[in-house]
């Protein structure tokens, strides 16, 4: 696996381009706290993007939702990030994304089946 650090000028073009190539993909968001510990916020729902919004302050927060069209949706802001990560598979394949705060906690969006956005297109509706 390789990591790649996404840098904050290029977050609203990174993530809508990766939003559209992964709508509808099975995905597990993880919240790694220093306080809390790990937790579990979404169990293999389809995923339906990310995207950034500027907070205030200039913060950056970033939405993360889930849901399909026949299902409940789920958002979960991070607020405050720092850094972005892509983490790819040997293959290179999106693998999962890590998203950093402030207060240093980590966000993971996991997919079930990372498989490289060609082998599926076309399969994949969002």
Known sequence: MSTQEISRGDWTIFFDTFSQQHA???????????DVGAQELVN????EGVSVSSG??????????FGGPSEDHISHLVSDVT???LERT???A???????????SKTLLRFRSPVPP???????SP
């Open 44 to 47: 293999q729902r389809p995923f």
């Open 118 to 124: 060609e082998f599926v297109d076309g399969v994949v």
């Open 56 to 65: 205030a302050d200039d913060d950056e927060d970033i939405a993360i939702n």
């Open 94 to 104: 999106n693998a999962a994304l890590e998203i950093e705060s402030a207060d240093n």
């Open 83 to 85: 850094h972005v990560w």
């Open 24 to 34: 509808g993909w099975l995905a597990t968001l993880e919240l790694f706290d220093p």
């Open 90 to 92: 040997a293959e290179g």
